[in-house]
C-alpha cells in the first residue's frame, strides 16, 4: 500500500528563515508526487506535480524537488503569508494518498 | 484555471438527518470525482471514487449505505451523508482532475463542507 510521511509536522520560522519540509514516500510505481497548500476551514490549493527523480519546480518563494524516495519543499525567505498546511500526495491516474502535512507558522 | 465548486460550505443537522453535499466541476468535464474526509489537524482520508454513470468505489472501512455516492452528469457529484450521527461531524473535501492524462494541473479540490451532527 502507498505511504506518504512528511516531516516535521510543524515548523515555526521567522520572517526571512529559509527552511524545508519533507515528504518521504513507498509506492509500487510512482504515478505522480503532488504538493498542497491548505489553509484552515478551506480545500487544498495545488501547488506543484512532479512525475521523476531529479524534477524541479518554483513558485515564487517555494521549489519543490524530488528523488527516488522522497520530496522537498524549500521555502525561501518566508513571509507570514506562507502560514499554512503543505500537504504532499501520491498517485495521479485513480486517487491521490495524502501525507499528513506540515504546518507552517511564519512570525513576522 | 480549473475550477471546482462545492456546496453548502457549512452545514449543521439534527442527528439523524440526511444531508447531501454538491461537487461541481465549473469548466471542465470529471468523468472521475474523489470525495476526501478530513478530521482536525489530520490528513485527507479518501472515502470514495465517483464515477460517471456508474457506482461508486469505496475504500475499506467506508459505508456505502451511509454515504451515498451519486455521479450523474459529467459536472456533478453528489455525497448524501444518510442518518448522520455526531461522529460523522467533520471536514468533507471533493476533488476532480481536468482530463485523464492532463499533467499540466494537479487534481483540483472544492472548497470543503463542515458538517456539524448535534
Known amino acids: 500500500e502507498d505511504q506518504v510521511t512528511q516531516s516535521p509536522e510543524a515548523l515555526r520560522l521567522q520572517e526571512g528563515e529559509s527552511s524545508s519540509l519533507n515528504c518521504s514516500y513507498t509506492?509500487?510505481?510512482?504515478?505522480?508526487l503532488f504538493w498542497y497548500r491548505q489553509d484552515p476551514g478551506k480545500g487544498p490549493e495545488f501547488l506543484f506535480t512532479?512525475?521523476?527523480a531529479g524534477e524541479e519546480k518554483e513558485k515564487e518563494r517555494l521549489k519543490a524537488t524530488l528523488t527516488k524516495k522522497e520530496s522537498f519543499l524549500h521555502i525561501t525567505a518566508p513571509k507570514p503569508e506562507d502560514s499554512a498546511t503543505y500537504l504532499c500526495?501520491?498517485?495521479?491516474?485513480?486517487?491521490?494518498?495524502f501525507g499528513a502535512g506540515t504546518r507552517l507558522t511564519v512570525k513576522p | 484555471g480549473a475550477v471546482v465548486s462545492q456546496h453548502p460550505s457549512r452545514v449543521i443537522c439534527k442527528s439523524g438527518t440526511s444531508v447531501k453535499i454538491e461537487c461541481r466541476s465549473l469548466d471542465f468535464q470529471a468523468t472521475t470525482m474523489f470525495w476526501y474526509r478530513q478530521f482536525p489537524k489530520q490528513s485527507l482520508m479518501l472515502m470514495a471514487t465517483?464515477?460517471?454513470?456508474?457506482?461508486?468505489?469505496?475504500e475499506q472501512g467506508v459505508e456505502k449505505d451511509k454515504f451515498l455516492i451519486n455521479h450523474a452528469s459529467l459536472t456533478l457529484s453528489t455525497l448524501t451523508v444518510t442518518s448522520a450521527h455526531p461522529e460523522d461531524s467533520s471536514f468533507y473535501i471533493c476533488s476532480a482532475r481536468p482530463g485523464p492524462r492532463d499533467r499540466t494541473y494537479g487534481y483540483t479540490f472544492g472548497s470543503g463542507t463542515r458538517l456539524t451532527v448535534v
Open positions: 512532479l512525475y521523476s
Open positions: 500526495a501520491v498517485g495521479g491516474n485513480n486517487d491521490m494518498r
Open positions: 509506492v509500487s510505481g510512482l504515478r505522480g
Open positions: 465517483s464515477n460517471e454513470g456508474s457506482k461508486a468505489t469505496y
